[in-house]
């Protein structure tokens, strides 16, 4: 069951460990929790070619105007 997520923008994993550990607990017993990093377009340094970040552009507004 998928009962939602936040979004912590955090230094490090152990930054992102640290508020887990704050969290509340919404279920009696053990709970899991998944961390996930989210990937910005800067984090990929010179690998993403203007040519890719247009490509990406575009997709997201073709996406956008989908929904």
Known sequence: MIAGFWIWDVRSLEEAIE?????PNPHE???EIEIR??????DFGEALTPELRAQ???????A????
Request: hydrophobic share 30%; glycine share 4%.
């Open 37 to 42: 990093q989210i990937f910005a377009p800067e």
């Open 19 to 23: 508020w887990v550990r704050r969290c």
């Open 64 to 67: 956008a105007k989908k929904n």
């Open 56 to 62: 990406e552009e575009r997709l997201r507004a073709e």
């Open 29 to 31: 017993g053990e709970s």
